[in-house]
């Protein structure tokens, strides 16, 4: 069972709050699941990108509580499921702490390992690329999470 889901990017302002919400969202019936995000070079206590929180409402979910946290190895070790945009967000992570190997994945674990680009600084384009992923890849998650 994965009853404490952990999202991952860099800046934590971006796709892993996207990809938290959207999980948080879709798996809101999972009343005892935690869905939560951090990055490895986080913006600490930033709020959401501006862009991200809009697509995000737009779709019916509110972020503008976010505030982007650091990962550490607390939380690593707490999480059951640890989803990283891209590869070289895994490898960070298998550094600081060897024993998330067989707990942490791509987002796009299903979509045959496809990362999700960083729309940081980008037009709206890159953003709406970068939801639309998150979601297919959400989607491809929910066999495995919705049980």
């Not at 709206?124 to 970068?130: L, M, N, Q």
Request: glycine share 4%; charged share 25%.
């Amino acid at each position: 069972m994965f009853n404490h889901i952990l999202v991952v990017c860099v800046g934590n302002i971006c796709r892993s709050p996207m990809a938290e919400y959207l999980l948080r969202h879709k798996l809101s019936h999972k009343t005892d699941m935690t869905i939560e995000s951090a990055g490895i070079g986080a913006l600490v206590d930033k709020p959401a990108d501006e862009t991200a929180k809009a697509i995000l409402l737009e779709n019916g979910m509110d972020a503008s509580n976010h505030k982007a946290r650091q990962i550490t190895k607390d939380m690593l070790a707490k999480a059951d499921l640890i989803l990283a945009m891209e590869e070289k967000h895994l490898k960070h992570l298998y550094a600081m702490a060897p024993q998330v190997r067989g707990k942490a994945f791509l987002m796009g674990k299903w979509l045959n390992d496809q990362p999700v680009p960083d729309p940081y600084r980008q037009q709206r384009p890159a953003f709406e690329h970068a939801y639309k992923l998150i979601d297919q890849a959400t989607d491809a998650w929910l066999k495995f999470l919705d049980k």
